[in-house]
């Protein structure tokens, strides 16, 4: 495909220590792929992998490229990344945050200025535009972050837990707004640690790739509605898991421990 990221037995290790190990991982436009898992299972470092920001073994092509050959505008043509929490220390204005993420493009300044707003509204964050970014709360910077995501407009999007910060209510609208750019056609691999937080993506959220990683080793992949989800988010947790249903759609939560 054009577009699409793979890893093929990709392994990353530092300090003696490997922090994954013979990954394969795939992702196209159109796809959505959860990846979840404990903390320290390799996840972060898998997407950085994906980006080129580790040094790895193995194979990771994006559009059918080696990633290492990509100069920095040709693989953010191909690839965005929303980090845990976009580190920003310049005393610079949202719209200039966003407005950067178009970098990649030729195109006018009124061409530019247009498709910023237009991300921060997406991202309902249209009300920072002249604030400086260091000046705004973790959950607005989140959302600065997003629209500067949608700015860049790559046909994949790798989201590193992207509602952190953030309240129920823009968690929601969060992934909904996720939703809307899957259904267009984006490819998007997201990090999470709340596995019901998926189904606020739409009605084709059944069709999610849910790919579990524990310890820096793949540990199963099935469908978001696959009758043994629960069973293998809570052997990969830990912690045994049940699933009851809400409005018609089944939820994950651990199950009560027994008194001794």
């Known amino acids: 495909m054009t577009n699409s990221l793979e890893l093929a037995n990709v392994s990353v290790h530092a300090r003696g220590k490997a922090l994954v190990e013979a990954v394969d991982l795939s992702l196209a436009e159109g796809e959505f792929v959860a990846l979840v898992g404990p903390n320290g299972a390799g996840k972060t470092t898998l997407l950085r992998a994906a980006l080129g920001l580790a040094r790895t073994t193995g194979t990771v092509r994006l559009g059918g490229q080696e990633v290492g050959s990509l ?12 980090p845990q929490q976009a580190l920003i220390s310049e005393p610079i204005t949202v719209f200039q945050f966003v407005r950067a993420a178009r970098y990649r493009f030729s195109e006018t300044h009124a061409d530019a ?13 249209l009300g920072f535009l002249s604030s400086p970014v260091i000046e705004l709360s973790g959950g607005e910077q989140q959302r600065v972050a997003v629209a ?5 407009d790559a046909p994949l999007l790798l989201l590193d837990e992207p509602a952190n910060h953030l309240d129920p209510a823009q968690q929601i609208e969060l992934y909904s707004l996720f939703g809307n750019l899957w259904r267009k056609g984006k490819g998007v691999l997201c990090i999470t640690h709340d ?3 998926l189904r606020h993506v739409g009605r ?12 820096g080793h793949v540990q199963f992949e099935c469908a978001f509605d696959a009758a043994d989800l629960p069973a293998l ?26 008194s001794a």
């Open 71 to 82: 100069s920095p505008r040709e693989r953010a043509g191909k690839i965005a990344w929303l």
């Open 113 to 125: 200025e247009r498709e910023t707003l237009a991300a921060l509204a997406k991202a309902n964050a």
């Open 148 to 152: 500067a995501l949608i700015a860049q």
């Open 195 to 197: 596995i019901n937080m």
């Open 204 to 215: 084709e959220a059944d069709r999610i790739r849910v790919v579990g990683m524990a310890r």
């Open 233 to 258: 988010i809570g052997k990969l947790f830990e912690v045994e898991m049940q699933a009851v249903e809400a409005d018609g759609r089944r939820l994950l939560i651990p199950a009560e421990r027994g």
